[in-house]
């Protein structure tokens, strides 16, 4: 049973920073993507950014936050912590984010597309506003 559970939401001022974790257990081969997303209220989720392990580790990043945002993931044992860490943070940041995993034992296209994620958990709420 695979489980991801985030961590580190928080609401803040404009232009500070937050450290979102993302604890991720229980696979039994590596994921080929993992990923942030991102819901705002009245809006589709979106991409944030992923790191893409299906050849080279490569990352990826949505425009809006290409700058200010950094993700990785440390491998522990048989875990996973994904770690997203946001400066600079903007009111159009304030959002659900979300961690998910995907591709694993299987093949997928992009790590861009939330369809390639099988996995997700539950989110933190991130509020910016002064």
């Known amino acids: 049973q695979v489980e991801l559970v985030e961590s580190g939401g928080g609401s803040v001022q404009p232009g500070e920073s937050l450290r979102l974790s993302c604890e991720v257990s229980g696979y039994t081969s590596d994921p080929s993507c993992l990923g942030w997303f991102r819901q705002a209220p009245g809006k589709e989720r979106e991409g944030v950014a992923h790191?893409?392990?299906?050849?080279?580790?490569?990352?990826?990043?949505a425009d809006s936050v290409k700058g200010r945002f950094t993700i990785s993931r440390t491998r522990n044992n048989d875990n996973d912590t994904l770690v997203l860490v946001m400066t600079s943070l903007k009111p159009e940041d304030t959002a659900m984010y979300y961690c998910a995993v995907g591709g694993i034992g299987m093949y997928v296209r992009s790590c861009q597309s939330q369809s390639a994620y099988t996995y997700w958990g539950r989110g933190t709420q991130v509020t910016v506003s002064s």
């Open positions: 790191v893409d392990r299906r050849r080279t580790i490569s990352t990826g990043y």
